[in-house]
């Protein structure tokens, strides 16, 4: 039977390009994703699969009964796509207006109905029951998985995975983690209130635009000189906000950005570095400041026996060159919250492009669509095996 199911996915191949393109010409950010949401559940409607939706705001969980009794797999992919103009120069390329499928998004969407498809079509041979999460909102904090997730969707599972197409690695590879694979992502503001006035005459003035530079610099030396070397962190700031014209000195900056931790115990640290050095900048220059710190996303710890199985499954797919364990990335997913709740284990599927390769949340990012079929294929044998 499984032999038979993975040649079904070269057979659905085509479908499966012609749908991801659907998606990635008619793109829709998190939360807003209405169009999208109507697309899957027409989609399961036509499998005569039963879904619910909303779930967890504007998510779709669909349900698959084996004939035969065994465990719940839970697969999840995520649908939202990004705040950018698509620049590619593609026959595909989005039709809405500064909104883009810079992530692989719309590739994690067929795959997921791709696998559901093709398990239906052996649903009486199957034991166990599959869960099948379309999630919403996962480039935007808070993210959909924990309304998700509140909503009951895991109540009854035993395992769940998830894939991220992944241009950072070459076709034909499968990477994950047997633990840390992925960091925690907080998002930080700080305010500084100085004194505007005439650019001819700084001294009457308390200049934001310069108290925010000595304070870019004053924050990046709290990774490199203020924690343990051996210790993982990253500070970014990610956008600098000040000024209105070239002979006025700005009353007013706000900085926007980004800390990476693996561990409570750093993102803590991080917090009261961070709290100590703005406090003792803007006090030296004698100006206010607010200082907002967000929580995100936890980070992604993957269940070392499924994140074994990950690898042994897709060893067995015959397009897969390397399935191996790699060091963490400092990137971000909120499937974290489903490995808090469950085991399971997320793992890369290599997409990059031959020839001219751009990252992801690039505006002309695109993948090689084979990788989808690699995708399909590692889920069926990680059914297989978990079976």
């Not at 590739?107 to 009486?124: D, E, F, P």
């Not at 993982?232 to 800390?259: C, E, H, P, R, S």
């Not at 709290?275 to 200082?291: K, M, P, R």
């Not at 002309?364 to 669509?369: M, P």
Request: aromatic residues 10%; hydrophobic residues 40%.
């Amino acid at each position: 039977m499984w032999q038979d199911i993975l040649e079904q996915v070269n057979h659905q191949f085509n479908e499966m390009v012609e749908m991801r393109r659907y998606l990635h010409q008619h793109p829709e950010l998190s939360f807003q994703e209405f169009e999208t949401v109507k697309f899957i559940k027409n989609f399961y409607q036509k499998l005569a699969l039963p879904y619910q939706a909303p779930v967890g705001e504007n998510g779709v969980v669909a349900r698959l009964e084996g004939g035969k009794p065994g465990k719940t797999i839970a697969i999840r992919a995520d649908f939202d796509a990004l705040p950018i103009q698509d620049q590619k120069d593609v026959p595909y390329r989005s039709k809405k207006d500064g909104v883009m499928h810079a992530c692989g998004h719309d590739g994690h969407t067929t795959i997921l109905l791709t696998l559901a498809k093709l398990l239906k079509q052996y649903q009486n041979q199957l034991a166990g029951n599959f869960v099948f999460i379309h999630q919403h909102a996962e480039e935007l904090t808070p993210g959909g998985a924990k309304s998700i997730i509140e909503a009951g969707a895991l109540d009854d599972v035993d395992v769940i995975f998830g894939t991220h197409l992944w241009t950072g690695a070459p076709l034909g590879t499968v990477q994950t983690a047997p633990s840390r694979f992925m960091a925690g992502a907080d998002k930080f503001k700080i305010t500084i209130y100085g004194q505007g006035g005439h650019g001819a005459m700084p001294h009457q003035t308390k200049d934001a635009v310069v108290i925010g530079s000595q304070l870019v610099n004053n924050l990046q030396q709290i990774v490199s000189r203020r924690l343990n070397p051996l210790d993982t962190a990253v500070l970014t700031i990610g956008k600098f906000q000040a000024g209105d014209a070239f002979n006025i000195i700005a009353d007013q900056a706000i900085l926007d950005g980004t800390v990476r931790t693996f561990d409570p115990i750093m993102q803590d640290q991080m917090i009261k570095e961070m709290e100590a050095i703005i406090a003792g900048t803007c006090q030296s220059y004698q100006v206010d400041f607010d200082f907002d710190y967000i929580k995100g996303y936890p980070p992604v710890i993957n269940h070392q026996q499924e994140a074994e199985l990950v690898l042994k499954a897709a060893q067995q797919v015959p397009e897969v060159q390397t399935a191996t364990f790699v060091k963490p990335t400092m990137t971000a997913e909120d499937f974290s919250y489903y490995l808090l709740e469950r085991p399971g284990a997320f793992f890369f599927t290599g997409a990059q492009q031959t020839g001219q390769n751009y990252p992801h949340h690039h505006p002309k990012f695109d993948f090689d669509e084979q990788a989808m079929r690699i995708a399909v294929k590692t889920f069926l044998k990680l059914i297989e095996a978990y079976q």
